[in-house]
């Protein structure tokens, strides 16, 4: 009897929450269009004209990638996509929205390659580097396998580099497919500035990505304070020493964040929500603050990355390092009065970095001028200074 009792108020309480979870979530997205007092669809891409990849029963379902593949041919011209198995969330979602701006400007239809993984069996852990796309409002009507998928006899891709894309310095006239070469990372807004509304729609995370039960401690705290994600990424980069990010880079950015709220915004009680893959260090390297300043780390448990993304676009503000899973973040977040801070490039990365003058000239170039975006203020990682 007793154990009954206890039950049901375990569900009602579980059922409470979830509604007030589907709540902020159902306010949340509907916040761009209702801003922009315009919820009507994307206007899609050009169906393909040949072949039929309706595969959508694949996701989730975890049947093997290969069953749902038809041997058909491409006609030309289209725009390939394919997404590089090591690249994580944030170079997926660059070399996406490059692709679709690419598609969007030919009016052409944009093809994915997928990826030879088996969907069901995706963690999101810090590290793994799996398809993401689908987690996203992205449609994925045109999948395609290379390989299996052919081009007709004679077609082939015109592979285009960062360079070319950014000065347009393709044959415009050309109507072979066209696909990014595996060097472009496409690293900045200008690839696809002029459909940025698009993007703002297609990269909002769906709901069914997202574990409700286990997010909804966050959520609640996030969207109920002046809440600042700080983002410390150790992962891939305490590979090597060289790589080591300087730690009082954070420091700095949590002091000049609480500054620039108080000075700019008016705001004296800001939240610091800590997302990282490596909680232990962060911690440790935070304790202090945390005794001046509010922090919640966030990514404890069995969070995803996906989950860890969303909550970090909702934040009102951002603190993050030179990583490209939170230059999505600090730029999906919809609060139009964010601060945001993140770190200049270290010169020493360019040193280490083995590839060819040309292109190495080229990511200095872009680095140093349009990857950050203008409104945002960028620190050195080693003296706190300003970067102007
Ligand atoms: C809403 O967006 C659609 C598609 O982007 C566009 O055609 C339409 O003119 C827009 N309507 C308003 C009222 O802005
Ligand atoms: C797709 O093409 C294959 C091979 O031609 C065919 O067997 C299948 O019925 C088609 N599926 C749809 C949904 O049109
Ligand atoms: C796909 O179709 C082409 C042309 O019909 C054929 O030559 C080829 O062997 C097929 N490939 C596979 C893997 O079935
Ligand atoms: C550009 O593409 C068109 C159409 O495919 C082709 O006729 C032309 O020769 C190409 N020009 C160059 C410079 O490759
Ligand atoms: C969602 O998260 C809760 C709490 O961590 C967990 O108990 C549950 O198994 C998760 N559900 C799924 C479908 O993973
Ligand atoms: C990013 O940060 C890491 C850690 O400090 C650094 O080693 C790397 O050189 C940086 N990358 C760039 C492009 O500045
Ligand atoms: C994480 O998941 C595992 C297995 O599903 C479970 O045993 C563990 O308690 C979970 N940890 C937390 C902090 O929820
Ligand atoms: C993806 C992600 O951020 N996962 C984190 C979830 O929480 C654990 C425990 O703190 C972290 O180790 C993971 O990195």
Same mark, same amino acid.
């Given at each position: ?18 509604k ?23 206007e ?105 998928? /052919? +081009? ?8 285009? @580099?960062? =360079? &070319? ?6 044959? $415009? ?30 990269f ?19 969207t ?7 983002h ?59 005794k001046?300043? /509010? +922090?919640?780390?966030?990514?404890e448990?069995?969070?995803? @990355?996906? =989950? &860890? ?6 934040? $009102? ?5 030179n ?22 490039f ?43």
């Amino acid at each position: 009897m007793l154990a009954v009792f206890l039950i049901l108020i375990k569900i009602s309480y579980l059922s409470k929450n979830l509604k007030t979870t589907t709540h902020y979530l159902s306010t949340l997205s509907n916040f761009e269009c209702m801003e922009q007092q315009n919820c009507s669809q994307l206007e899609p891409l050009p169906s393909p004209k040949s072949g039929n990849f309706t595969f959508k029963d694949i996701f989730g379902w975890g049947l093997p990638f290969q069953k749902t593949f038809y041997n058909t041919t491409l006609s030309p011209p289209g725009v390939i996509l394919e997404i590089n198995s090591v690249s994580g969330i944030g170079n997926q979602l660059f070399v996406y929205a490059c692709s679709y701006a690419l598609a969007k400007r030919k009016n052409w239809p944009l093809y994915i390659h997928f990826p030879k993984q088996n969907l069901a069996f995706r963690q999101f852990q810090p590290n793994q580097r799996e398809f993401v796309l689908d987690k996203f409002t992205i449609p994925l009507d045109n999948i395609i396998q290379l390989g299996v998928t /052919q +081009f007709p006899p004679g077609q082939s891709q015109l592979w285009l @580099s960062d =360079e &070319d894309l950014l000065e347009r310095k393709y044959n $415009k006239t050309s109507n072979q497919f066209m696909q990014l070469d595996y060097s472009s990372c496409c690293q900045s807004e200008l690839y696809w500035k002029e459909y940025e509304q698009d993007i703002h729609r297609l990269f909002q995370v769906r709901t069914d990505s997202l574990n409700l039960t286990r997010i909804q401690k966050p959520l609640k705290e996030i969207t109920s304070t002046e809440s600042v994600a700080v983002h410390v990424r150790r992962g891939d980069f305490v590979r090597d020493e060289s790589y080591t990010f300087p730690t009082q880079f954070h420091m700095k950015a949590v002091h000049l964040m609480v500054e620039m709220l108080r000075r700019e915004r008016n705001v004296e009680n800001p939240v610091f929500f800590v997302f990282t893959d490596d909680t232990t260090y962060a911690k440790r390297k935070f304790k202090e603050f945390s005794k001046i300043y /509010q +922090f919640v780390f966030v990514s404890e448990g069995n969070n995803t @990355s996906v =989950e &860890d993304f969303f909550l970090m676009c909702l934040c $009102k503000h951002i603190i993050f390092p030179n990583s490209t899973f939170s230059w999505w973040a600090a730029v999906l977040n919809k609060n139009k009065k964010k601060l945001v801070i993140t770190s200049a490039f270290n010169p020493q990365y360019f040193k280490i970095w083995n590839s060819n003058n040309k292109a190495k000239e080229f990511y200095k170039m872009s680095y140093g001028t349009f990857y950050h975006r203008k409104e945002w203020t960028v620190i050195d990682p080693f003296s706190g200074g300003l970067v102007t």
